[in-house]
């Protein structure tokens, strides 16, 4: 069977997990990764941190920067100051395509009818493309998306509250726009991605491998996981063997393997709530709301045993 032609939509640089997303791509005999497209502020600067990681593993695909402001405009893009640290050496300029990401898009949609999209990071090139030809949304596949919630939001005994959902939030009007447009559509959610995670052995086998891409991913977790303590991690408590979550490559294997999270087909009504997007459970359907498939529970171990046997013997 011919592998599954999926295009990475991404906000590589900010949170490590999408590099790791990248790397489960590139490691993937199931997928062919045709085209890479950045989305987020300095997304020209996220799209010379994927081409360096393409670079390292010895791969040419291309990359596309993309919508650098949300689709109504506003600030609601992460920006931390280490994107691109452990990845971009001083000195090195990845090249990368001169195309805008919604038309790369569009011209590969027009190009290979069917291809599918696997999002994970805010949906502003996409509702971009779909605002310049509404028949884009027509020729997707699939798309599969990390982002929304379904339930509680908790990690450590800690809930969080809905705009914890990043992705999704961060540019509600654009989650909006491609939720209801009716293209076919797997949430991964952040209920479900935040149960899954690496732990320190597997950041000291990544360090161990001496692959050049490898490296690159465990220094950026390195630079990454105090990040991601200071922000998550309940007040006072002490750090949990959690290095870096895997919301993106669990999302990523979801694409080609559905077994590594529970799925239903459920009713889901997009909408912004007091100016914060949600996908709200309907029991039945109801004007605006739409049916799509939606992860409710993950295998914590296998997504990671998974990831660090095909990442760790990629370019081997």
Not at 193 to 214: F, H, I, N, Y
Not at 275 to 289: I, Y
């Amino acid at each position: 069977m011919p592998p599954q032609r999926i295009l990475l939509d991404t906000d590589m640089g900010s949170d490590v997990d999408d590099a790791l997303c990248l790397a489960l791509a590139l490691a993937a005999p199931e997928l062919e990764l045709v085209a890479v497209t950045c989305v987020g502020r300095e997304s020209r600067l996220r799209a010379r941190i994927a081409s360096r990681l393409l670079e390292l593993a010895g791969r040419h695909v291309p990359v596309y920067a993309g919508c650098r402001v949300p689709l109504l405009g506003g600030s609601g893009y992460n920006w931390f100051g280490h994107e691109g640290l452990g990845i971009l050496e001083p000195g090195v300029d990845p090249a990368i395509e001169r195309a805008h990401a919604a038309d790369a898009l569009l011209e590969l949609s027009q190009a290979e009818p069917g291809l599918e999209i696997v999002a994970v990071g805010p949906l502003t090139n996409l509702a971009l493309a779909l605002a310049k030809d509404p028949d884009f949304a027509g020729r997707v596949g699939r798309l599969t998306v990390m982002g929304g919630h379904l339930a509680r939001v908790e990690y450590r005994g800690h809930v969080f509250p809905f705009g914890v959902d990043y992705n999704l939030c961060s540019d509600p009007h654009a989650s909006l726009v491609v939720l209801r447009s009716g293209i076919p559509t797997r949430l991964v959610t952040a209920d479900v991605t935040l149960r899954s995670w690496l732990c320190e052995t597997d950041v000291l086998e990544l360090e161990k491998s001496g692959a050049p891409l490898q490296t690159a991913l465990a220094r950026a977790i390195r630079i990454w996981t105090p990040v991601q303590r200071r922000l998550l991690d309940p007040p006072g408590a002490p750090p949990a063997d959690n290095a870096a979550f895997l919301h993106d490559p669990l999302t990523l294997a979801c694409a080609y393997d559905e077994s590594f999270c529970g799925f239903e087909t459920l009713e889901i009504e997009p909408a912004i709530f007091d100016g914060v997007f949600r996908t709200r459970v309907c029991a039945e359907p109801v004007p605006g709301s739409f049916p799509l498939r939606c992860a409710t529970s993950v295998d914590a171990a296998a997504i990671r045993a998974h990831f660090m046997a095909r990442v760790g013997a990629l370019g081997r």
